[in-house]
T-cell receptor
Framework: GAVVSQHPSRVICKSGTSVKIECRSLDFQATTMFWYRQFPKKSLMLMAT?????????EQGVEKDKFLINHASLTLSTLTVTSAHPEDSSFYIC????????????????FGAGTRLSVL | GENVEQHPSTLSVQEGDSAVIKCTYS??????FPWYKQELGKRPQLIID?????GEKKDQRIAVTLNKTAKHFSLHITETQPEDSAVYFCAATVLFGNEKLTFGTGTRLTIIP
């Protein structure tokens, strides 16, 4: 199946620093990627939709200046948590949309392994 | 927007028994319903999906049923095994629409040996 790589897997940083998380589709091109936030024992909350070559679309309540998203190529999207504070501590997961497998049209999201961010 | 409800939040079954997880959705335009399994500290993985043009789909011990009229869909796991223990999420979206998945709140399934 399709593979999505997410780095780093864990980040511990001081309050006020910025943290960049990378999401790569390794064996397919993804014009669309998604960024989620997951709180302990909770569901995945969509933060934003990342589109290659255009600006990200943010969900209601998500600060775009706080969570900067750049979809630099068909295989890479980055999420930068700017001036991180303890309340930003969370598990962040990306997914990449694989719209096609061979000649078959699909619409499957493949997830990265997640990044656990701890802001001190 | 779409709203997906999932029940139960926790489920414990004896090894070898069946487990059923149910979801309802609100948007009649939704036509694609994947199920994801997430083990502790790991990524969600797609285990089965169903499109609205079919009522049931089966893959070995896992099956999904869909009732479009009632806006219900369910995951059925038969002959459960310890490795089935995980959190399961249902989701709904419009295929080739905005592509956004709306997830249910998750079900923590525990298989008792």
């Amino acid at each position: 199946g399709a593979v999505v790589s997410q780095h780093p897997s864990r980040v511990i940083c001081k309050s006020g620093t910025s943290v960049k998380i990378e999401c790569r589709s390794l064996d397919f091109q993804a014009t669309t990627m998604f960024w989620y936030r997951q709180f302990p024992k909770k569901s995945l909350m969509l933060m934003a939709t990342s589109n290659e070559g255009s600006k990200a679309t943010y969900e209601q309540g998500v600060e775009k200046d706080k969570f900067l998203i750049n979809h630099a190529s068909l295989t890479l999207s980055t999420l930068t948590v700017t001036s991180a504070h303890p309340e930003d501590s969370s598990f962040y997961i990306c997914s990449a949309l694989n719209g096609r497998e061979g000649f078959v049209a699909k619409n499957i999201q493949y997830f990265g392994a997640g990044t656990r961010l701890s802001v001190l | 927007g779409e709203n997906v409800e999932q029940h139960p939040s926790t489920l414990s079954v004896q090894e070898g028994d069946s487990a059923v997880i149910k979801c309802t959705y609100s948007d009649s335009a939704s036509n694609y319903f994947p199920w994801y399994k997430q083990e502790l500290g790991k990524r969600p993985q797609l285990i089965i999906d169903i499109r609205s043009n079919v009522g049931e789909k089966k893959d070995q011990r896992i099956a999904v049923t869909l009732n479009k009229t009632a806006k219900h869909f369910s995951l059925h796991i038969t002959e459960t095994q310890p490795e089935d223990s995980a959190v399961y999420f249902c989701a709904a979206t419009v295929l080739f629409g905005n592509e956004k998945l709306t997830f249910g709140t998750g079900t923590r399934l525990t298989i008792i040996p």
